[in-house]
């Protein structure tokens, strides 16, 4: 298994531009979930789905964020537009159903975003 | 809510020095825990888990207890390598969709 896979590894940017940021969960995993790190405020969840329904989105910080999971293996963390203060590296994660899993996590890698 | 609550880093160890990072928690229900590591330039990855009380995690050299009647599950490993240098997250399972909390992060260095 390739794991979770995200997409691009960085980015730098410039204010004002948008930014996608993409993820592919571990085949068969139902749940998945964005996260974003930062120095000042550590690992923050933003969004997750469950069977690409949007569950629990109170994590995400202002409008100019959006996420979407149009499939079961595909999904996209949209910021528009980006502002500095978006900095920061963000993951995504999936898991497979509580019975089986008791809610373990992988995550992918991680995508390191700069915005100048 | 529940919450997690780990000690403050960064940790620094000589090697072959014995490890403890502290990790207490709140919680309705019985919830599962977890240990989480993460690599510089990494994502997380799980390192040992309990899911229920009195279960021990272990992994690389890594063990964790689950206490109910302290509501904690330290970290502990007898000798550390420079390898071990990672930030280590605290977390348990929350809500009835089982999102997992976690804690702050304890970031470790190991100096040869």
């Known amino acids: 298994d390739a794991g979770v896979i995200q997409s691009p590894r960085h980015e730098v940017t410039e204010m004002g531009q948008e930014v996608t940021l993409r993820c592919k969960p571990i085949?068969?995993?139902?749940?998945l979930f964005w996260y974003r790190q930062t120095m000042m405020r550590g690992l923050e969840l933003l969004i997750y789905?469950?069977?690409?329904?949007?569950?629990?989105d109170s994590g995400m910080p202002e409008d100019r964020f959006s996420a979407k999971m149009p499939n079961a293996s595909f999904s996209t963390l949209k910021i528009q537009p980006s502002e500095p203060r978006d900095s920061a590296v963000y993951f995504c994660a999936s898991r497979g159903t509580a019975y089986e899993s008791y809610n373990e996590q992988f995550f992918g890698p991680g995508t390191r975003l700069t915005v100048l | 809510g529940d919450s997690v609550t780990q000690m403050e880093g960064p940790v620094t160890l000589s090697e072959e020095a014995f490890l403890t990072i502290n990790c207490t928690y709140t919680?309705?229900?019985?919830?599962?825990l977890f240990w989480y590591v993460q690599y510089p330039g990494e994502g997380l990855q799980l390192l040992l888990k309990?899911?229920?009380?009195?279960d021990k995690g272990s992994n690389k050299g890594f063990e964790a207890t689950y206490r109910k009647e302290t509501t904690s599950f330290h970290l502990e490993k007898g000798s550390v390598q420079v390898s071990d240098s990672a930030v280590y997250f605290c977390?348990?399972?929350?809500?009835?969709?089982?999102?997992?909390?976690f804690g702050k992060g304890t970031k470790l260095s190991v100096k040869p």
């Open positions: 789905f469950n069977n690409n329904v949007p569950i629990d």
């Open positions: 085949s068969g995993h139902d749940y």
């Open positions: 977390s348990l399972n929350g809500g009835s969709q089982g999102n997992l909390i």
């Open positions: 919680a309705t229900g019985y919830p599962s």
């Open positions: 309990a899911t229920k009380a009195d």
